[in-house]
């Protein structure tokens, strides 16, 4: 089976670095995804590792380790906007069928 | 990457009645997804819908419960059956992009079943 745990809650402040954490147990499971959801709003895509070690695209930094079933996605220079729920998915690719994890909540304060 | 609709955004039903949400998106997609997420909590797939082939449902989900179809390479439904107050969720749709390795999803169907 597969089964991804994130920490649910998660707060910082403007400006600042946070990561969000999320381990696995899967079978089958080849990259890890990140999406972005506001409140009211619909999944955004952010990463997808595919391989092990770091992606960057712009603020937001992904990292894998396949062999530590451990992967996490890091915030840079946090902005009001980045207020929202993360979840980490994964799957034997980044479009076919995705398990979610329970993501996690961020609060970014003044 | 897609631009994808659904319809309709919303809906309250009673309970016992169906619902059937379509979902369109703007390019051709061989696999498309459906998601049901509770307020607050993950996404649980529901169903995969190939176009031309039977979806195939995750564990706990039927299609009895949860028909789907998948006319042509850029539409597809689910209807909800039967509905119970259980069954109030938002329901969404995703398509793959294999270019991307992504799936780009639709803004989701809020449904309030009493």
């Known amino acids: 089976g597969q089964s991804l745990e994130q920490p649910s809650e998660v707060t910082a402040v403007e400006g600042a670095i946070v990561q969000i954490n999320c381990t696995y147990q899967?079978?089958?499971?080849?990259?890890l995804s990140w999406y972005q959801q506001h409140d009211g709003g619909a999944p955004t895509f952010l990463s997808y590792?595919?391989?092990?070690g770091l992606e960057e695209t712009g603020r937001f930094s992904s990292f894998l380790s396949r062999s530590d079933s451990y992967g996490y996605l890091l915030l840079q220079e946090l902005q009001m906007k980045d207020s929202a729920s993360y979840f980490c998915?994964?799957?034997?690719?980044?479009?076919?069928?995705?398990?979610f994890g329970k993501g996690t909540m961020l609060l970014v304060s003044p | 990457s897609a631009v994808i609709s659904q319809k309709p955004s919303r809906d309250i039903c009673q309970r016992g009645t169906s619902l059937t949400i379509q979902c369109q998106v703007d390019?051709?997609?061989?696999?498309m997804f459906w998601y049901r997420q509770q307020p607050g909590q993950s996404l649980t797939l529901i169903a995969t819908?190939?176009?031309?082939?039977?979806?195939?449902?995750e564990s706990g989900f039927v299609i009895d419960k949860f028909p789907i179809s998948r006319p042509n390479l850029t539409f597809s439904t689910l209807t909800v059956s039967n509905m119970s107050p259980e069954d109030s969720s938002i329901y969404l749709c995703?398509?793959?992009?294999?270019?991307?390795?992504?799936?780009?999803f639709g803004p989701g169907t809020r449904l309030l079943v009493l």
């Open positions: 995703s398509v793959e992009d294999r270019s991307e390795e992504t799936q780009y």
């Open positions: 899967t079978s089958g499971f080849y990259g």
């Open positions: 590792n595919a391989l092990d």
């Open positions: 998915a994964g799957g034997a690719s980044g479009y076919s069928t995705l398990t």
């Open positions: 390019s051709q997609v061989t696999m």
């Open positions: 819908a190939n176009q031309g082939s039977e979806a195939t449902y």
